[in-house]
C-alpha cells in the first residue's frame, strides 16, 4: 500500500476566545483513502477539529497538514478546495435560493467556466441521487435531500477528503440508511465526526475517540467498539 | 411547516412572467421614482401608473386580493409616516386649532395625500414585481443591473432565512405557550422580550456559521462571479420601450398642473 498521508495533526490545542479548552494536544494521521470515525460525546471538541482542518480554526502553522501541506494563511484557498467540510445543520450549508446556486458557489468561487461550472453541479447532483432538483428550494426539501445536497456542494468543488460533522443528526431511520449507503459509494477519504456508534461501526474501519480534548484511543473499530466499559467512560454507551 | 411565499405566483407561465428579470425591474423600478417624485395635483399621472401596474397584474393572472392584501399589512406604516404632513406650513389654513396650536394647511394636505398615493403606488409596484418574477431571477436580474453583489446577497438572505426564522420564532412560540399558566400582561410582554433575545442570538450563532460554511467553499467578496445569462429577446425590448415611454410621459405631463404653469 503506497498511500500518502491525507491528513497530519500534531500537537494541536485550541481555546475559546472565552478561555474554554477544546483541544489540548490532539495527533492523528490520516492516510489517503480512509475513512475514520470520530467520536466523542457532546463538547469532546470533534466540530473543533473538524473546523482546524479547513482553516476556519487554525493553531499555530505546523500543526495540521493537508497532504504535506501546512494549513497557513497562504494556502487557505488550496486547503479549502481540498477539503470538503459539510455542516451539521444542511440549513447553515445550503444558503442560497436554489440548489444549483448553492451547488454552483465552491466551482464559482474557484473561478471556474460557467460551462465547467453546469457540468460540475449536474455530475455532484448525480452522485448524491438529486439529479433534476437544480431549480428547488432547499427551504421545501426534506431533511434527507437537504443532507444530500449539502454533501453535493463539496463534491462539486473535488474535494478529496470529506469531512463530515454529525451526518446523521435529524435523519429519519429510512434517510439514515439512505445517507449511509451514499457515504459508502461515494468514497474519498472521509472524516465523520459522530455519537452514533453503528453508523460508526458501518462506515468505518478506524475509530478516534475524542474526549475532554484529547485523543482517548485511536484503533480498529471492532477494538474500540467491544470495549464496552471503554465507551460507557467516555460517554458514549 | 409550510409558508406562503412572498413569490407565490411568481412561478406561473405567462406573458409577464416570461419577461425578461432586467426589463420589469427598469421599469417597475422607474414607476417607483416617478411616483414618488409626482406631485398629487397630476392625479391623472399617479392613475397612470397605477393602472400600468393593474395591467401587469391582469396580465399576469396574479389574484387582485393577493396584491390588495399585502398591501393592507403595509398600509398602516404609510398612514403613519404621512401623519405628521397635514401640518406643514404654506399656502391656506384649512383647519386650525388655537387649543392644540396645531394648523392644518393646503400645502400640508396634498403633501400627505402625495406621499399616501406615491407609497401606496410604489408598494403596489413591488408586490407586483416579486409576483410576476421568481426569487432567484429577480436577484439574477438585480445583479447583472450591477448592484453591488452585497446587497444582492443581503436580500437573498433574507429570502433564504425569514421562513427559518418565522419557524423557529413559531417553536419558541409553542414552547412559551406550553409552559405558560395565566399571568397578566406584563409577564406575557416580558416572555416576549426574552423570546426576541433569544431569536436574536440564534440567528447571530446561524450567521457565523453560515459565514464560516460561505468561507469553507471558497467565498471571496472582492471577486465577482462570471455569469452567463440570457440575453435581451425581442418582447423584452418591447416591454422596455413602451413601459419607459408611458412613465417618463405621464411624469413628464406634471407641467401640465394648473398652479405649475
Known sequence: ?237 | MRHSFLDKYAYQDTPVHRLDGRAKVIVLGATILAAVTTPVQAWWALAGYALLIACLISLARIPLLHVVTRWLVILPFILLAALSAPFLEGGRTVWSSSMLGLNVSEHGLHVAAGAIAGSTVSVLALITLVSVTPMPSLLEALRRLRVPAVFVMLLSFAYRYLFILVDEAERLETARESRSFGGGRLTHMRALGRMIASLLVRSFGRAERVYAAMLSRGYDASRPIPEAGRRFEGHDVAFLSAGLVLVIGLRSSVIWIPAMR
Open chain 1, 1 to 237: 500500500m503506497d498511500s500518502r498521508n491525507a491528513i497530519e495533526i500534531s500537537d494541536l490545542h485550541y481555546r475559546f476566545p472565552d478561555g474554554t479548552v477544546a483541544l489540548q494536544g490532539v495527533t492523528l494521521t490520516v492516510r489517503e483513502g480512509e475513512k475514520v470515525g470520530l467520536l466523542g460525546p457532546n463538547g469532546a471538541g470533534k466540530t473543533t477539529l473538524l473546523l482546524h482542518l479547513n482553516g476556519l480554526l487554525r493553531g499555530p502553522d505546523s500543526s495540521v497538514k493537508v497532504f504535506g501541506e501546512a494549513v497557513s494563511r497562504r494556502a487557505i484557498k488550496s486547503v479549502r478546495r481540498r477539503v470538503g467540510l459539510v455542516f451539521q445543520n444542511p440549513d447553515d450549508q445550503l444558503f442560497c435560493p436554489t440548489v444549483y446556486d448553492d451547488v454552483a458557489f465552491g466551482p464559482q468561487n474557484m473561478g471556474l467556466e460557467p460551462h465547467e461550472v453546469h457540468r460540475r453541479v449536474n455530475d455532484a447532483l448525480r452522485e448524491v441521487g438529486m439529479e433534476g432538483a437544480d431549480k428547488r428550494s432547499a427551504f421545501h426539501m426534506s431533511a434527507g435531500e437537504k443532507k444530500r445536497v449539502a454533501i453535493a456542494t463539496v463534491l462539486a468543488m473535488d474535494s478529496v477528503i470529506l469531512a463530515l460533522d454529525e451526518p446523521a443528526s435529524n435523519l429519519d431511520p429510512r434517510g439514515r440508511r439512505e445517507l449511509i449507503e451514499l457515504l459508502k459509494t461515494i468514497g474519498r477519504t472521509q472524516i465523520i465526526a459522530t455519537h452514533d456508534l453503528d453508523l460508526a461501526r458501518q462506515l468505518c474501519a478506524r475509530l478516534v475517540v475524542l474526549s475532554g480534548g484529547k485523543v482517548a484511543a485511536d484503533g480498529a473499530s471492532e477494538t474500540i467498539l467491544s470495549d464496552h466499559q471503554f465507551l460507557h467512560a467516555h460517554g458514549l454507551a
